[in-house]
């Protein structure tokens, strides 16, 4: 049992910065794949950006550049630094834990948070 508490969404002008946290709860969290998904309203929830155990990354290609996922074990977080926030952008972002390989497919993730929400105006 796992849980996830994100924070730091907001409102923000386009092109500012926000940093995303998700506090995690469990003994294991070094071992966890860590992801952030995104749903905007009236679409599915999206893949943004993944982190393994071992540190290798993977983000979503409207994102590449701007977004940066990591993770500090020693405080059982991950964090979303956003820079150069488009409108776009604009969603509930999701916290995900899972064990095991990357991946980019929500339905692979077992843990979730219940969402920051992240505005974007321009």
């Known amino acids: 049992q796992v849980q996830l508490v994100e924070s730091g969404g907001g409102l923000v002008q386009a092109g500012g910065s926000l940093r995303l946290s998700c506090a995690a709860s469990?003994?294991?969290?070094?071992?966890?794949?860590m992801g952030w998904f995104r749903q905007a309203p009236r679409k599915e929830r999206e893949f943004v950006a993944t982190?393994?155990?071992?540190?290798?990354?993977s983000y979503t290609d409207s994102v590449k550049g701007r977004f940066t996922i990591s993770r500090d074990n020693a405080k059982n977080t991950v964090y979303l630094q956003m820079i150069s926030l488009k409108s776009e952008d604009t969603a509930t972002y999701y916290c995900?834990?899972?064990?095991?390989?990357?991946?980019?497919?929500?339905?692979?993730?077992?843990?979730w948070g219940r969402g920051t929400q992240v505005t974007v105006s321009s």
């Open positions: 469990g003994r294991t969290f070094s071992s966890y794949t």
């Open positions: 995900t834990a899972k064990f095991g390989l990357l991946s980019v497919r929500v339905g692979d993730y077992e843990y």
């Open positions: 982190i393994s155990s071992r540190g290798s990354v």
